[in-house]
């Protein structure tokens, strides 16, 4: 009898540790909500959690294609010099054409092209994604600021109200940002559960020799990622523009590449590959900006910010190896 009991407890805890580590991502948003309701008793609430999915928002989407490339094993440096890049130049071809819609294109096309670069360095050039892509980072920064001459990139003012309303807008009280993030999450997530260049990923991440064998063309699909987290990170540019309506080319997109490793990280995906969902990003770029919510309202200086979440990626990567280990 003894025996039967110590063998259900087992089993219940072990069911109970695959629970807590498949869903680490929700248990810590929870977590994090629950702090976060104790300091300000009214952030649980609707107008503060949509405020939190508009702020949230244009790291986010950068965030939901950093965490395809992590789950295919790689990094991208550079998103935030990208951002900065394609946002200057999209108010160009905004100015100039008057067409929200082109500018969009222009920033979803060009975008996708420069992460094309950044994918093609990487497996035709041979070169670690780390390496590649902080070239890139530098040259990006480099090319918008010497274009604007370090000055700021402006919306005609004679397009600007309508063009900020793309930002400021809503739809039955929902951030057009928010409602952008959450439509951009699901697109993503059902492409990598339900799609065979998401089981492609996911493969190349857990082992890219095994990969290959099974007759994956990992180069393909390693330029595939590269290039959906430019196009994500040009809508994000585009969205950008929207809501400063000037781009300042040596501050714009400043530390996008840390918030969103940052959000991929606490949102449950290994950050050796091979693991993780969609849905661990969408809740860790929330937790990035409920985190720097929280550091606010307990009168952390904003200058630790980056402090905090560096010390988040590093405790985060720990705790994945131990569990990794056991």
């Known amino acids: 009898m003894e025996k039967i009991t110590n063998l259900f407890k087992n089993l219940t805890w072990d069911r109970v540790r695959q629970f807590t580590s498949k869903y680490s991502y929700l248990i810590s948003f929870l977590g994090l909500l629950a702090i976060a309701t104790i300091i300000n008793p009214m952030y649980f609430s609707y107008t503060n959690l949509s405020t939190l999915l508009l702020q949230a928002s244009i790291k986010g989407i950068i965030s939901l294609g950093m965490a395809i490339l992590i789950i295919a094993g790689m990094i991208d440096l550079s998103v935030g010099s990208l951002v900065a890049l394609v946002a200057g130049l999209g108010v160009v071809v905004l100015n100039y054409t008057g067409s929200a819609w082109i500018a969009l294109a222009f920033c979803i096309v060009f975008g996708a092209f420069l992460g094309a670069i950044n994918g093609l360095l990487v497996t035709m050039g041979k070169i670690a994604p780390f390496i590649v892509t902080l070239a890139t980072m530098s040259a990006y920064r480099s090319i918008i600021v010497q274009l604007g001459q370090g000055g700021p990139f402006n919306v005609r003012s004679d397009i600007l109200p309508q063009f900020r309303m793309i930002a400021a807008g809503d739809v039955y009280g929902i951030p057009n940002l928010a409602l952008i993030f959450v439509v951009i999450t699901i697109i993503v997530a059902l492409i990598m559960a339900r799609t065979k260049f998401g089981r492609y990923v996911y493969a190349v991440g857990s082992n890219e020799q095994a990969a290959r064998l099974t007759g994956i063309n990992v180069n393909a699909v390693k330029t595939m990622c590269f290039t ?43 950050m050796t590959g091979g693991r993780g969902v969609i849905a661990g990003s969408f809740l860790g770029a929330l937790m990035v900006q409920m985190i720097e919510g929280i550091l606010i309202a307990a009168r952390i200086p904003p200058f630790l910010n980056g402090l905090v979440k560096g010390v988040i990626i590093i405790f985060t990567v720990f705790l994945q190896r131990k569990r990794d280990s056991n």
Do not use: Q
């Open 228 to 270: 959906i987290t430019g196009l994500l990170s040009g809508i994000s540019a585009f969205l950008l523009m929207s809501r400063l309506t000037s781009i300042t080319a040596p501050n714009a997109g400043m530390s996008f590449e840390l918030d969103a490793i940052a959000g991929v990280a606490i949102g449950g995906i290994a």
